[in-house]
């Protein structure tokens, strides 16, 4: 099973990404999915996650009403949008997957599988 990060980049305060996680090796809809971060210095951040049905989205309070997790089964992707970005919200950017899983998780130790990241940049 592979994960593959797309989307990162460079934008100012106030702009958007969408951030995509494409699973390779395994069928999506069979697994829970979340988003982590990390910025330098800091501990690797719970973002969002969801449970294999793609219900029961959960979000980081730093990111709610901001961020918006969703998947596509069909093409086995997760996507993450987010908007009004922050300088805050800079950091290396992980997709995770658990096929163990039945519901969505914060805990990033529940997740075997994990994405190389994508790097979010946001200037003030």
């Known amino acids: 099973v592979q994960l593959e990060e797309s989307g990162g980049g460079l934008v100012q305060a106030g702009g958007s990404l969408r951030l995509s996680c494409v699973i390779s090796g395994a069928t999506l809809s069979t697994y829970a999915m979340a988003w982590f971060r990390r910025s330098p210095g800091k501990e690797r951040e719970f973002v969002a996650s969801?449970?294999?049905?793609?219900?029961?989205?959960q979000y980081a309070d730093s990111v709610t009403g901001r961020f918006t997790m969703s998947r596509a089964n069909a093409n086995n992707m997760n996507t993450l949008e987010m908007n009004n970005l922050k300088p805050e919200d800079t950091a290396v950017y992980y997709c995770a997957a658990s096929i163990r899983l039945d519901y969505s998780s914060t805990n990033p130790i529940l997740y075997e599988h994990w994405g190389q990241g994508t790097q979010v940049t946001v200037s003030s």
């Open positions: 969801c449970d294999w049905t793609g219900s029961n989205v």
